[in-house]
């Protein structure tokens, strides 16, 4: 469970592992509030540690913001994972603008300064589509079998491709922004691999490039947990 706040600012227990659509928005933003400063304050004491360790931390002495957690049962594990995710995504937004940066994965969570970089000076960079999921509040509420997909991608250590090769992956496939759907990438695969498919006179090596952009591709929407 976590401690939210009421009017009088006197604690009242809220059970975080209940269903995530049980607890209403401002109660959630209420508890990032707390969860963030707690957070900050774990990262900050250690080298590095990953998300379990940090779920473990926050659950003892002195924060208590976590209560147990059933890591093998979705219900309970999602919504936790979701709620520190959010939190670790709006503080790395903020450390930017003080010269630091917050890396962020379930193995290897740190802040590191900047070398080279004076306060406020960092560029976020493109729009981080992992970041954007986390930070959407909405996105606390999801169907189970959604969430079962997510999670299962995280246990068999699926991560996303790089920016580098998921940039290129785009070009390859004629594709000028990253598709919100792994279907339209397929579909434009198709269109490009029947042109370049040899019996119709195509070259074999263009074909093998198709297909690895196309695995790319699926790739990022598997560590995202989305359909492929």
Do not use: C
Request: proline residues 6%; hydrophobic residues 40%; glycine residues 6%.
């Amino acid at each position: 469970m976590f401690k939210d706040g009421d009017d009088n600012d006197q604690d009242t227990d809220v059970m975080i592992d209940s269903a995530p659509a049980a607890l209403a928005k401002p109660s959630l933003e209420h508890y990032v509030m707390r969860l963030r400063v707690a957070a900050e304050a774990v990262v900050r004491s250690h080298k590095s540690l990953g998300e379990l360790d940090l779920i473990k931390a926050l659950q003892g002495d002195p924060w208590h913001l976590i209560g147990p957690v059933n890591f093998n049962a979705t219900g309970e594990l999602y919504p936790v994972h979701f709620i520190l995710f959010h939190v670790l995504y709006q503080l790395r937004s903020d450390l930017i603008a003080e010269g630091e940066t917050l890396y962020i994965s379930p193995l290897n969570i740190h802040i590191r300064v900047a070398a080279g970089n004076a306060t406020g000076s960092l560029n976020p960079g493109p729009p981080d589509q992992l970041a954007a999921f986390y930070l959407n509040l909405d996105n606390y509420n999801l169907a189970d079998e959604v969430v079962e997909t997510m999670l299962d991608n995280f246990w068999r250590g699926v991560h996303a491709p790089t920016d580098e090769s998921l940039n290129h992956a785009l070009e390859t496939l004629h594709l000028d922004d990253l598709p919100e759907q792994f279907s339209v990438a397929k579909r434009q695969f198709r269109r490009l691999a029947m042109q370049h498919h040899p019996d119709r006179g195509g070259d074999t090596h263009r074909l093998q490039q198709l297909n690895a952009a196309l695995a790319v591709l699926r790739q990022h929407f598997d560590a995202r947990g989305f359909p492929t």
